[in-house]
């Protein structure tokens, strides 16, 4: 999710900060034309790459992923592998997945455990997540996993369903990952005026656009809670917790279920 909203702030500020970073983009022409906009003001060392890795097909992510990131001891550091990819329309992806989920989760929960033996090797590391309080209007079925919900309002309760598994992903993640640095957050950083909106349906734009404008942060703002989720010292004891600009906070009851979360990622596990 690195060539816009977000993920492309957040890309900008860590690249600015002397992060060297890698983009994975939906689109090679779109995560190039990132690339470039982050490179003009750095020095060559920090100029970023970007392979084409979409989160909406699970063959792609695995081709899209470089190698030497999957291999342990090639590269020395792979400290911060924050996951913004999102979409809230909905539809199916081409593995036969419900788009929102497969995009939203599954896709970032294969490209963590892709990349999960070097982040152990480079430990210590973090996975940052990025989520939303849409979580708590979620309702996950473990049997149903992957399956959109059916409804007048599917594309919403399909969109929530995928913000619930960040927060349960996030937290499964650290109690399996406990003992080894390598820790896992789940954020929510606040309502965005990005181009998530471009997928609402037609009836609900005209409400949802002024509202984006008016109301919500610029993806600039928003990005700081997922660098300070980054770059701060001293969150390892909140591994596996929900994040906001306030600090932690409770997750919605669902987010808190650890036998859901467990369920969620054998399903997961499964799908991929």
Sequence with gaps: ??????????????????????????????????????????????????????????????????????????????????????????????????????????????????????????APSRVVIVASSAHCAGRLRPEGLGRPPAGPFSAFRDYCDSKLANVLHARELATR??????TCYAVHPGFVNTSLFRHAPLWLKPLLLPLAWLLFLEPREAAQVVLGCATQDGLEPLS????????????????????????????SERLV
């Design 1 to 122: 999710g690195g060539s816009s909203g977000i993920g492309l702030a957040t890309a900008l500020e860590l690249a600015r900060c002397g992060a060297r970073v890698i983009l994975a983009t939906r689109s090679a022409r779109r995560g190039e034309a990132a690339a470039s906009r982050i490179r003009r003001p750095l020095p060559a060392p920090s100029c970023p790459r970007s392979p084409t890795c979409t989160s909406s097909s699970t063959t792609r992510v695995s081709a899209g992923t470089p190698q030497p990131l999957c291999t342990p001891g090639l590269h020395r550091e792979l400290p911060w592998p924050p996951h913004s990819s999102g979409v809230s329309t909905g539809g199916t992806t081409e593995d036969g997945f419900s788009l929102p989920f497969q995009v939203n989760h599954l896709g970032h929960f294969l490209l963590t455990q892709l990349l999960l033996g070097r982040l152990r090797s480079c």
């Design 177 to 182: 990952e406990q003992g080894t640095q390598v």
């Design 240 to 267: 596996g917790r929900y994040l906001t600009a306030c600090g932690p906070r409770l997750p919605g009851p669902a987010g808190r279920d650890d036998r859901l979360a467990r369920a969620l990622w054998e399903g």
